[in-house]
């Protein structure tokens, strides 16, 4: 049925454009030449970072702006609604949306922190990943506690103290790590091996999920790619974008399945895994393809041969979608209680300001006990964020 004033909207998947000095602000004086800051280039806001530049891209801010007004052009400030990178005024654009609380993913640092992944200086690099947690939970989430979900991100090329890092910030109220989607990519140990069980542990003592936001492994599907897109670390051959932009689930695919398949999930039992922007329709075919993968060729391979990896999914996995007609048609083959609702303000998949209205659309066939779930509680239960009183 349509969303009711009684269901409450908690995204679990939105972004947030960084302020220019939230880094300037937090690095030691030694560093803060080499850290990250704004410099102006050609009428332009760039960001710049050790000896490279970074530019804004324009996708990743058009809330507000006609579909005829896109692109990927680095944009200014001033060029984007305020909402984009200041809290209290995005607090007006969730009001004005209808959506009560919002997960915000980083910008500049990618979406699970790749570019300190890639820089030279691991030690400034560690600082920059410190720095952008504590201004997204002391500074961003505190300008309304009850509004924004604590996230971190981690220096993923230190596994011990991507541990500590994810400890740390759970002191400091997160409530979920953003991990990229597939290490491999970054030339990182893949999911089949044990170098991420200190992680694992860590996210299972805290209670925090694992969220894999689609692109954060580097990596964007499409085939016809083999140079570079702004910001994106892909090949584009004068590709259009587009190509990507429609297969942006395929990587969250493969991550499901390498993850069903790893053993990692049977070691930490009480490891969640959020598939941030991965959409939902996939879903009921990946697992029976899995399933009846599994029931042929478990005996010879180095895999559990008695957890069925739906099964599996379905005590690890959270789906989430933006504007998903086909998955919610199909949700009980996924499990209603695993199926999360994200408005992905301000990027251009994003339906705001009429986010609550095509919720109400989508979901109109949906029985009211079920739209609460998808829309409120499954993203409460999953991140340990209870309606206040």
Excluded at 69 to 79: H, I, L, N, T
Aim: charged share 25%.
């Amino acid at each position: 049925m349509p969303l009711q004033e009684h269901h409450q909207i908690v995204s679990v998947d939105d972004h947030l454009i960084e302020h220019p000095r939230v880094w300037q602000d937090r690095i030691p004086q030694r560093y803060l030449a080499e850290a990250p800051r704004i410099v102006e280039l050609d009428g332009k806001h760039i960001w710049h970072y050790e000896d490279r530049q970074f530019p804004t891209i324009g996708l990743n801010a058009v809330a507000g702006k006609p579909v005829e007004e896109w692109g990927m052009d680095p944009v200014r400030y001033e060029d984007m609604i305020p909402g984009c990178y200041d809290p209290a005024a995005r607090v007006k654009d969730m009001d004005l949306d209808g959506v009560q609380a919002a997960l915000c993913f980083p910008s500049f640092p990618g979406f699970a922190g790749g570019t300190f992944f890639r820089a030279r200086d691991k030690d400034l690099a560690l600082l920059c990943v410190q720095a952008w947690n504590d201004f997204y939970i002391d500074e961003w989430c505190a300008t309304a506690p009850d509004r924004f979900l604590p996230l971190a991100i981690l220096p993923v090329w230190d596994v011990e103290a991507s541990a500590a890092e994810a400890r740390r910030t759970a002191a400091k109220g997160a409530r979920t790590i953003s991990f990229p989607d597939s290490p491999v990519p970054l030339g990182l140990p893949s999911f089949h091996t044990r170098h991420w069980d200190p992680l694992w542990q860590a996210c299972s003592e805290t209670g925090m999920p694992v969220s894999l936001h689609f692109g954060s492994g580097s990596f964007v599907p499409g085939f016809s790619f083999s140079g570079k897109a702004p910001g994106l670390d892909m090949a584009t051959d004068n590709v259009p974008f587009a190509v990507a932009t429609a297969l942006f689930s395929s990587n969250l695919m493969w991550s499901t399945v390498d993850l069903l398949l790893s053993g990692a999930l049977q070691r930490f039992p009480d490891l969640q895994i959020s598939l941030a922007e991965g959409g939902i329709g996939w879903v009921p075919y990946i697992l029976e393809r899995t399933d009846y993968t599994w029931e042929r060729h478990r005996w010879y391979q180095d895999m559990d041969k008695e957890t069925r990896p739906s099964d599996l999914f379905r005590q690890h996995f959270w789906g989430c979608f933006i504007d998903d007609e086909h998955g919610l048609a199909n949700r009980h083959a996924i499990g209603v209680d695993r199926i999360m609702l994200e408005i992905d303000y301000p990027h251009s998949d994003s339906n705001w300001p009429n986010s609550r209205k095509r919720a109400s659309e989508v979901l109109a066939t949906v029985p009211d006990e079920e739209v609460e779930m998808i829309v409120e509680t499954n993203a409460r239960r999953m991140l340990n964020y209870p309606r206040p009183a």
